[in-house]
């Protein structure tokens, strides 16, 4: 059977963070996760998209305080 589901660690680790800043993001409601009972999970596939979403919105304020300095 395949797992669908990662956890707090394996996200940390493929963000590259401590897990301590996956807990308060989560705890911000700031990454997409679910809660079993005790436990927090995410799926892959939402983290990839939540990270290509985190760029774009990266790159829409750049060019928005690019544009900016022409006004």
Not at 20 to 34: A, E, F, G, R, S
């Amino acid at each position: 059977m395949d797992r669908h589901t990662i956890t707090v660690q394996e996200v940390a680790a493929y963000l590259g963070v401590h897990t301590d800043t996956i807990y308060c993001m989560v705890k911000l409601n700031q990454i997409p996760h679910l809660r079993l009972r005790n436990k927090i999970l995410f799926t892959k596939d939402s983290i990839d998209l939540w990270i290509q979403d985190q760029a774009k919105a990266t790159r829409m304020s750049k060019n928005a305080g690019s544009l900016a300095r022409f006004y």
